[in-house]
């Protein structure tokens, strides 16, 4: 029921955007959302009975009546000062403001012939053609129903073309304010990343709230890395205390090449974050870190698979959730192992930390070997601080609470240690230790 | 300055203290030895404030204080430390962080400011010369892998740079060769004033050839059985622990 109401009120939502369209109607990239909106019609929401989503009660999500946003924010931003939410020197900003590109406050000065990056919205008028090429180029035959509703309502968001060769470039911040107002909006980002032969670009995505209410982030981001190319993906999270967050990232990489992503989670009151990477070709490479910190009632559901396509690659994943109050985690990490894919490594491990009786976490490996001369590794650890080490600390004079978050932030910050940009571990330095001093542990 | 009186202490319902009365003064150094199992770690986990282990009966006072009633950082604020028979291994926390964290949480209670990084680190430079540790190790997570002997020289840098008034050294000496003994008992030996105490516990008479102790204190069954100066750890040395376990009455101490 909730679920017929729910899709009929994205379609009535995807009528009044088609209405807005004018001569964009008849575009190949509209027909493509069309067909998004049809499927998802077809399929539905996933309820607790779907395997995937058994963890995930999504009912308060589509309860809530959701707005597109107008072209103008309900908030005035003018006066924002964006290094406020990350200031890591020289890079490519762009600001997008409950979900609407905000060209005033973005900044793309250093942009260069090697490096393009444009709002996603200019480049759907202007080469639609390059839209299409990335779009549903991972994973379009099991598109999540989310993923499809991304699809339906695709317009604002970015475009990162790294030209063949080029590296050492500054890093691309696209930061999402969401003002977090009366009214729940949808914002729906899709950010496609295009990372040709021989190159390297750090992408930051950060989501940030300014008020307190509720409002429905469904980002979709695609990347294509070709040969030899690295590709190092942040995801910040820092959304408001009532903020759905449902996204999904995708990625291909062919021979030789590597895309890293790096999870950071503080805010929101309902997350899901689905990784899905594709090894395509020999001797490519992958990272997944997540860290996530639910507090008060959060909940944050990670579903990543990697999918070993061919031989000789490598995958790593670590994720750790520090759990606080009544908060819940999930993770499920599928690893699959094609027959063609020999010689794959492939290591995961999820380590949670209960720091609260009533926190409560999840863990799910899934493998999916056919290949039989492979390496997989995969672990999961439940557990809450150690006694011997509380009190080796307090017998040193370190104040409980103090030898309570020095506890937490060791196991946090190996996280940390993975990010290459200086600056960027700082603010996430900073994030974490808030975190803690804002949160009780047990 | 610590006078334990009549304490008692179990641990998940075992009795493991029995009735055990110390008197330590300041300026002196007292052994306890004891076979395996007799109750020194206890007794010293209890001094520290462990919550493991719970006191039925019995008082401790320190300093004119009733010491059971302060949390383990309020004890080591008022200068209580104890060296580890197992030094915990803390992954992800630098030995520099947390002895400065230390350090300053000390500091603060004493109302003084905190130290900052170049007054700090020319405070652990100096005495690390005391232990001859290896620089290497104060930017390597706190004693995560570290050599036995590495940790007890950690346990003794600690105590350095905190400058306790009572010490109680668990078992420094198990697990160190005769070099590594000598340089940690010369550590601690350079510590030691007439204003402070230190409690020496140990199994081997060994330790007590180079931390020359005031009185010697043999812990059987959770009881001082015998107290004595320090002859009594060779006496022992030579007739072993079992001519202590026959010692049915607790004797008095009378330090
Ligand atoms: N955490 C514990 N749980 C149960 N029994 C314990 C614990 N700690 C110590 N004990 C018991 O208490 C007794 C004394 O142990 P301990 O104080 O470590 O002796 P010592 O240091 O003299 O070798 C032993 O019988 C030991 O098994
Ligand atoms: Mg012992």
């Given at each position: 029921m909730k679920q017929d109401k729910a899709l009929q009120t994205f379609r009535t939502s995807f009528e009044e955007f088609e209405k807005g369209l004018n001569g964009e109607y008849s575009s190949p990239v509209h027909a493509r959302r069309r067909d998004a909106m049809k499927r998802l019609s077809e399929t539905g929401f996933p309820t607790l009975r779907d395997e995937e989503w058994r963890y995930t009660n999504l009912a308060a999500l589509l309860e809530t009546e959701y707005v597109r946003p107008t072209q103008k924010a309900a908030v005035d931003f003018s006066a924002v000062d964006t290094k406020r939410f990350l200031d890591i020197g020289q890079?490519?900003?762009?600001?997008?403001?409950?979900?609407?590109?905000?060209?005033?406050?973005?900044?793309?000065?250093?942009?260069?012939?090697?490096?393009?990056?444009?709002?996603?919205?200019?480049?759907?008028?202007?080469?639609?053609?390059?839209?299409?090429?990335?779009t549903g180029a991972?994973?379009?035959?099991?598109?999540?129903?989310?993923?499809?509703?991304?699809?339906?309502f695709t317009e604002q968001g970015?475009?990162?073309?790294?030209?063949?060769?080029?590296?050492?470039?500054?890093?691309?911040?696209?930061?999402?304010?969401?003002?977090?107002?009366?009214?729940p909006l949808l914002i729906t980002p899709r950010i496609l990343i295009r990372a040709e032969a021989n190159s390297e670009i750090d992408v930051i995505e950060q989501y940030v709230a300014l008020g307190d209410g509720a409002y429905f982030t469904n980002a979709v981001v695609e990347s294509h890395v070709a040969e030899n190319a690295h590709v190092h993906h942040y995801k910040i999270q820092e959304e408001g205390p009532a903020a759905y967050h449902v996204a999904a990232s995708y990625a291909r990489v062919a021979r030789s090449g590597s895309y890293s992503n790096h999870y950071f989670g503080f805010g929101a009151r309902l997350l899901r974050n689905n990784l899905h990477l594709v090894l395509d070709d020999e001797a490519a490479e992958c990272?997944?870190?997540?860290?996530?910190?639910?507090?008060?009632?959060?909940?944050?559901?990670?579903?990543?698979?990697?999918?070993?396509?061919?031989?000789?690659?490598?995958?790593?994943?670590?994720?750790?959730?520090?759990?606080?109050?009544?908060a819940r985690g999930v993770f499920s990490g599928k690893i699959i192992v094609r027959q063609d894919a020999q010689k794959t490594d492939a290591k995961q491990s999820n380590n949670n930390l209960l720091l609260s009786e009533n926190a409560l976490v999840d863990t799910k490996p899934q493998l999916e070997i056919w290949a039989d001369d492979v390496k997989c590794t995969h672990g999961a650890t439940i557990g809450r601080l150690d006694d011997d080490a509380m009190f080796y600390l307090r017998s040193r004079g370190l104040p409980k609470e103090q030898a309570h978050s020095v506890l937490a932030y060791a196991f946090a910050s190996e996280l940390v240690s993975h990010v290459r940009l200086e600056p960027l571990r700082q603010h996430l330095d900073d994030a974490i230790h808030r975190r803690l001093e804002r949160s009780g542990i047990e | 300055m610590l006078e334990i009186r009549n304490l008692h202490a179990e641990v998940e319902g075992k009795e493991i203290l029995k009735g055990v009365n110390l008197k330590v003064?300041?300026?002196?150094?007292?052994?306890?030895?004891?076979?395996?199992?007799?109750?020194?770690?206890?007794?010293?986990?209890?001094?520290?404030?462990?919550?493991?282990?719970?006191?039925?009966?019995?008082?401790?006072?320190?300093?004119?204080?009733?010491?059971?009633?302060?949390?383990?950082?309020?004890?080591?604020?008022?200068?209580?430390?104890?060296?580890?028979?197992?030094?915990?291994?803390?992954?992800?926390?630098?030995?520099?962080?947390?002895?400065?964290?230390?350090?300053?949480?000390?500091?603060?209670?004493?109302?003084?400011?905190?130290?900052?990084?170049?007054?700090?680190?020319?405070?652990?430079?100096?005495?690390m010369q005391l232990v001859e540790m290896k620089p290497e190790l104060l930017n390597r997570p706190v004693n995560e892998g570290f050599s036995g002997g590495e940790k007890k020289r950690n346990e003794i840098l600690q105590m350095a740079v905190l400058n306790p008034t009572l010490s109680v050294l668990d078992e420094t000496d198990s697990g160190l060769d005769i070099d590594a003994l000598r340089i940690v008992a010369n550590g601690v030996?350079?510590?030691?004033?007439?204003?402070?105490?230190?409690?020496?516990?140990?199994h081997y008479q060994r330790l007590l050839n180079y931390i020359v102790p005031d009185r010697v204190h043999v812990l059987v069954d959770g009881r001082i059985v015998k107290s004595g100066d320090k002859d009594l750890a060779f006496h022992l040395e030579e007739q072993g622990y079992d001519w202590a376990r026959d010692l049915h009455e607790p004797v008095e101490n009378e330090s």
């Amino acid at each position: 029921m909730k679920q017929d109401k729910a899709l009929q009120t994205f379609r009535t939502s995807f009528e009044e955007f088609e209405k807005g369209l004018n001569g964009e109607y008849s575009s190949p990239v509209h027909a493509r959302r069309r067909d998004a909106m049809k499927r998802l019609s077809e399929t539905g929401f996933p309820t607790l009975r779907d395997e995937e989503w058994r963890y995930t009660n999504l009912a308060a999500l589509l309860e809530t009546e959701y707005v597109r946003p107008t072209q103008k924010a309900a908030v005035d931003f003018s006066a924002v000062d964006t290094k406020r939410f990350l200031d890591i020197g020289q890079m490519l900003r762009l600001v997008f403001i409950d979900g609407v590109y905000a060209p005033e406050l973005s900044d793309l000065s250093t942009a260069s012939g090697k490096l393009r990056v444009q709002d996603l919205a200019t480049v759907i008028n202007e080469q639609p053609d390059e839209v299409l090429s990335l779009t549903g180029a991972v994973d379009e035959g099991a598109r999540h129903p989310f993923t499809m509703l991304n699809d339906a309502f695709t317009e604002q968001g970015a475009l990162i073309h790294v030209g063949q060769g080029a590296a050492e470039l500054p890093p691309v911040h696209l930061l999402f304010l969401a003002s977090g107002g009366a009214k729940p909006l949808l914002i729906t980002p899709r950010i496609l990343i295009r990372a040709e032969a021989n190159s390297e670009i750090d992408v930051i995505e950060q989501y940030v709230a300014l008020g307190d209410g509720a409002y429905f982030t469904n980002a979709v981001v695609e990347s294509h890395v070709a040969e030899n190319a690295h590709v190092h993906h942040y995801k910040i999270q820092e959304e408001g205390p009532a903020a759905y967050h449902v996204a999904a990232s995708y990625a291909r990489v062919a021979r030789s090449g590597s895309y890293s992503n790096h999870y950071f989670g503080f805010g929101a009151r309902l997350l899901r974050n689905n990784l899905h990477l594709v090894l395509d070709d020999e001797a490519a490479e992958c990272t997944m870190n997540g860290l996530f910190m639910p507090m008060a009632k959060q909940h944050m559901d990670h579903h990543t698979v990697i999918d070993h396509a061919k031989p000789h690659c490598n995958s790593h994943e670590l994720y750790k959730g520090l759990l606080f109050d009544e908060a819940r985690g999930v993770f499920s990490g599928k690893i699959i192992v094609r027959q063609d894919a020999q010689k794959t490594d492939a290591k995961q491990s999820n380590n949670n930390l209960l720091l609260s009786e009533n926190a409560l976490v999840d863990t799910k490996p899934q493998l999916e070997i056919w290949a039989d001369d492979v390496k997989c590794t995969h672990g999961a650890t439940i557990g809450r601080l150690d006694d011997d080490a509380m009190f080796y600390l307090r017998s040193r004079g370190l104040p409980k609470e103090q030898a309570h978050s020095v506890l937490a932030y060791a196991f946090a910050s190996e996280l940390v240690s993975h990010v290459r940009l200086e600056p960027l571990r700082q603010h996430l330095d900073d994030a974490i230790h808030r975190r803690l001093e804002r949160s009780g542990i047990e | 300055m610590l006078e334990i009186r009549n304490l008692h202490a179990e641990v998940e319902g075992k009795e493991i203290l029995k009735g055990v009365n110390l008197k330590v003064e300041a300026g002196e150094i007292h052994a306890i030895m004891g076979p395996n199992g007799s109750g020194k770690s206890t007794l010293a986990g209890v001094l520290a404030g462990r919550e493991l282990y719970e006191i039925t009966e019995g008082e401790v006072i320190y300093k004119g204080r009733n010491l059971l009633d302060l949390s383990p950082e309020e004890r080591a604020c008022e200068g209580m430390f104890l060296a580890f028979q197992y030094p915990v291994e803390i992954p992800g926390v630098s030995n520099t962080y947390f002895l400065k964290a230390a350090l300053n949480a000390i500091r603060k209670y004493h109302g003084l400011e905190e130290l900052d990084a170049v007054d700090f680190l020319a405070l652990v430079k100096e005495k690390m010369q005391l232990v001859e540790m290896k620089p290497e190790l104060l930017n390597r997570p706190v004693n995560e892998g570290f050599s036995g002997g590495e940790k007890k020289r950690n346990e003794i840098l600690q105590m350095a740079v905190l400058n306790p008034t009572l010490s109680v050294l668990d078992e420094t000496d198990s697990g160190l060769d005769i070099d590594a003994l000598r340089i940690v008992a010369n550590g601690v030996n350079k510590l030691h004033s007439p204003e402070n105490a230190t409690i020496v516990v140990t199994h081997y008479q060994r330790l007590l050839n180079y931390i020359v102790p005031d009185r010697v204190h043999v812990l059987v069954d959770g009881r001082i059985v015998k107290s004595g100066d320090k002859d009594l750890a060779f006496h022992l040395e030579e007739q072993g622990y079992d001519w202590a376990r026959d010692l049915h009455e607790p004797v008095e101490n009378e330090s």
